[in-house]
């Protein structure tokens, strides 16, 4: 069972466009992780979001944390090429990460 | 800091025999880490829970005969696949969490990718 459900699945933009996933769950979380993932390698930690309406800024990436602990967005200004890759939230439940299915994002030239 | 180390990065194997994939925190101390299955445009299935010291909690499903972990230290995990199968091909990832400002964040390592013919 998903607990945490991703959306889009897939997404495709041009070079300088703007962008968001979405993460949503009924369960509450006491923490939320964001992972990007490219091919053949392991995910990568951009952002654990901790308190209830917290908004983290990573550069073009902006992170939050909806007031109920349930749901997040990540929300990517100006995408680049290199922003390509696969996206994973994560809710930390007991220690145990319960991950998405994960965002596809395609960022082309 | 946090940088999480596999070995090997791939694998090529006959069916029958068992392979052993090593997963290291470098610069901290985990005194979790996870093993997780991947398949091809999926998202992470986690397959245990590796406690240092003690046996480790598989999640359902998971062989635990099959897969054999052993976290010998507050660095160190290892996964063994036993007489291993084609359907176990896979993209094989480790985790080791961090507590930091009470908060357990999970850094992975680079994966495993494992072909058994």
């Known amino acids: 069972t998903q607990l945490l459900e991703q959306s889009p699945q897939f997404l495709s933009i041009q070079e300088g466009e703007n962008l968001t996933v979405y993460c949503n769950s009924s369960?509450?979380?006491?923490?939320l992780q964001w992972y990007r993932q490219e091919p053949g390698e392991g995910p990568v930690l951009l952002v654990t979001?901790?308190?209830?309406?917290e908004v983290k800024k990573l550069k073009r990436l902006t992170f939050q944390f909806g007031d109920a602990r349930k749901d997040s967005s990540l929300h990517i200004t100006a995408a680049q090429p290199g922003d390509t890759g696969l996206y994973l939230c994560?809710?930390?439940?007991?220690?145990?990460?319960?991950f998405g299915a994960g965002t596809q994002v395609v960022v082309t030239p | 800091g946090a940088v999480v180390s596999q070995h090997p990065s791939w694998v090529i194997c006959k069916s029958g025999t068992s392979v052993k994939i090593e997963c290291r925190s470098l610069?901290?101390?985990?005194?979790?880490m996870f093993w997780y299955r991947q398949f091809p445009k999926q998202s992470l299935m986690l397959m245990a829970t590796s406690n240092e010291g003690s046996k480790a909690t598989y999640e359902q499903g998971v062989e635990k005969d099959k897969f054999l972990i052993n976290h010998a230290s507050l660095t160190l995990s290892t996964l063994t696949v036993t007489s291993a199968h084609p359907e176990d091909s896979s993209f094989y990832i480790c985790?080791?969490?961090?507590?930091?400002?009470?908060?357990?964040?999970?850094?992975f390592g680079p994966g495993t990718r494992l072909t058994v013919t």
């Open positions: 979001v901790v308190t209830g309406g």
């Open positions: 369960s509450v979380f006491s923490s």
């Open positions: 985790s080791a969490t961090r507590r930091e400002g009470g908060v357990h964040e999970q850094y």
């Open positions: 610069d901290f101390q985990a005194t979790t």
């Open positions: 994560a809710g930390d439940s007991w220690g145990k990460l319960q």
